[in-house]
């Protein structure tokens, strides 16, 4: 079911050659998170990666492939991709790995996420909504394609966000809103 979600994704993205844009007016980021250390691994991220980010490339994106990312990584990762982002016409970041919601709050997971405490989510996770605000300064428009396990695979379920104590729900991930 995952490659074929991301297939299609791909798929979409392709449908984007019709933008008249050269390789630096599309830039992607993608990343494929399956070696976790602190929780079960997933099989399929790293293929579905590789496989999107071949497609975007035949479809002339400017890829930034990242791969078993830990926080900081990402951070590292998010930030040369930012600069090449910047004015670009449109802007992709495909997702696969763990991620989950709380409180309406999507959260993608690095692999070295232990989150034992209540308050390790907004230390260790990366908000979804910060990864989008990012792009919309940066792009005209923004794309952002979420192929992720939505279960929270840690045992804690409790954690501190916006000064509250919220509980993970098991309902998947949280509607991403337009801007």
């Known amino acids: ?8 994704a791909a798929l979409i993205l392709v449908g984007f050659t019709t933008l008249e844009a050269h390789a630096d007016g599309r830039v992607a980021l993608v990343i494929g998170n399956s070696e976790y250390r602190n929780i079960p691994a997933l099989k399929n991220p790293d293929t579905d990666a590789e496989n999107v980010s071949k497609t975007l490339r035949l479809a002339g994106f400017n890829v930034f492939v990242a791969k078993d990312v830990t926080k900081l990584q990402f951070e590292e990762k998010f930030r040369n991709y930012l600069a090449a982002v910047d004015g670009a016409d449109l802007a992709v970041v495909y997702y696969s790995g763990h991620g989950f ?18 308050a390790d989510i907004e230390v260790q996770a990366i908000k979804l909504d910060d990864v989008l605000e990012q792009l919309r300064s940066k792009s005209k428009i923004q794309v952002i394609i979420l192929d992720a396990c939505r279960n929270n695979p840690f045992p804690r379920k ?22």
């Open 1 to 8: 079911m995952l490659r074929c979600c991301a297939f299609f």
């Open 158 to 179: 409790d954690y501190w966000l916006r000064d509250q104590l919220i509980v993970s729900g098991d309902t998947g991930l949280a509607q991403v809103k337009a801007r």
């Open 101 to 118: 919601q709380i409180g309406g709050e999507n959260f993608l997971i690095p692999v070295d996420a232990s989150l034992k405490d209540a």
